[in-house]
């Protein structure tokens, strides 16, 4: 029995007169098939082809990148659509919640989403030579590197792949900083020429910025990048107007070569670090210095401002990192984790977090928000521990009583370390101004990214202790797939130089048994070197015939022939006259012979020692 249609006739449909035309969906009716291999079989297709051709296949790989295009989406929808002003969704450590995972400033209250551990990337041009200098562009989607060749490479922030190469200087680029508008690019060489670039590296002037042509190694912009401040190898620190290029004003007073310079992010107040271990605050206006701090025992090798321009930290060769706070003028934190000289530090842009890298290759990430000390510190109160900020907590600056009865600051250790991020001295860290990716450059002609662990991730970095090297896979993207280099601290065969006390070198690096003139040179030769041509010291001889020659520069002379002296090589700077037993525990050498207390030698070592006189290629002196 046919039910009523209750529609009125004129709803009802109407078959069509060419029904017989129409078509009809039946792959429903099917069963389900495979997905289509058609792309592999045309690439299978392809390679036969080329292989029949008698061409070189390059093997194919999706490049990695790190987009924060969706976290960032997410974050702006979640800010409209949450229920209170202070929700964010919870994120669980498991690999699917990964699509969850936002932006740094989206976790305020949570620095340890900020600690950028994983490794991503290494970059590599097709000549290699070290990386200075790293930042990222004003528009944050490129990496500009500086080497020691003066070239300045560009690479993608996003896949991390070669743009473009521009021989910018004939010397060593030391230093580089966009104005905070993005509009220019002020670099300067180891010769102290200062030159101006647009966004598009277009040269616009270039002029002699020091003395007797001494490298600059540091420039920095007033906060109205009306002016600048340079430091310099002559000892002074000067202030340029930027528009003019012209020279305003002086800042004398350190004793030795001034390593770096930093102008305050908002305020008319430059801190400069130098060979003389002192810090050192200067008023730009009157040219007179406010104070001076003399915490560290070595060389100051960096300085960098905190974003709220409250805290200012510097790195020096005393293996240690130490953080100070200008509102009272005293030391903040003291930062002991590295194994050697400290060479570069950043600031995250978002949260407390410090990075640092050493001469040993190693990058330490610092968490100052936590209170977590080391035993030597003893502090009396801290405030409440774990308890995560993303201002620096005022109680965790209170440590112990020292010797004068004044409250010492507190010894912090190291969040996370990666302890084998780079293979020799990392000249330059910068992170991104979201704060999900480090660029590190090294000596090692690397420039490596790292991000953020990802939730569950299996190969993170904090395992039991804190601390796990990180995989480094051989992905040299870039210019460079095909060239096969040699090892940073492996000798090679054959390359010796004959020595003019007589013999032959088979080899640089430690020179052992060279009383008969042959020095049977054993490929020993570390990494990391001087981080300038002041660092010098002499190699480690055993029973040499002749002395080495004690300037570890690019490349070391091999040692002229002389007598015996037994007692360990004194601080000198020439010719050597004999042959030393023990090796020279050298800190801060310069050009000129000057500085001759003992320390530690923890560069590199010269590479001509002896009779045989090693070959003397310098792996490692930073210019």
Known sequence: MAL????????IPKAHSLSHLEWT?????????????????LQEEF??????????????????TVDYNGGMGRWVLSRKLRPNPTYIPHLRPAPPYIIDLLPPKAYTDNASTSLCTKFVHTSTNKIRCPVNVVTWTPEARRVLTGSTSGEFTLWNGLTFNF??????????????RFTHSGAYLASADKTGIIKYFEPNMNNLTAWQGSQSKEAIRGISFSPDDQRFATASDDSSVR?????????????????????????????????SGSKDSQVKFWDPRTGTCLSTLHQHKNTIQALAWSPNGNLVASASRDQTVRVFDIRAMKEFRVLKGHKKEVCSIAWHPVHPI???????GAILHWDLSSSDVSSDSAPTTVGAAGQPSSNMPASASMGGLDFNGQQAPLVSTPRATLSQAHDSNVWALTFHPLGHILVSGSNDHTTRFWSRERPGDASSVFSGGGEKPPEMPMDMSGQDEEDEVMVPGFGAPGLGAPGLGGGLAGSWGREEDSKDGLAKGYGAYENGVGRDGGDRGYGQRDAGGGGGYGEADDYAIPGFGGGRDEQPAPARDYYGGGASNGYGHYRDR????????????DGGRAGGAGGGGGYGYRRGGRY
């Open 25 to 41: 969906p039946t792959r429903y009716l099917e069963e389900p098939q495979p997905p289509s291999n058609e792309d592999a079989r």
């Open 590 to 601: 310069d050009r000129e012979g000057r500085g001759r207390d003992w320390g530690d030698r």
């Open 163 to 176: 743009e473009t190469i521009l021989q910018a200087h004939d010397t060593a680029i030391c230093a580089m």
């Open 354 to 360: 410090l990075v640092s890298g050493g001469s040993e």
């Open 239 to 271: 202030i340029w107007s930027f528009a003019e290029s012209r020279f305003e004003s002086v800042l004398s007073g350190h004793g030795w070569d001034v390593k770096c310079v930093e102008w305050h992010p908002t305020k008319g107040l430059i801190v």
């Open 4 to 11: 009523p249609i209750l529609l009125p006739p004129k709803a």
């Open 47 to 64: 390679i036969q082809k080329q292989l029949l051709e008698g061409k070189i296949v390059k093997k194919t790989r999706p490049r990695r």
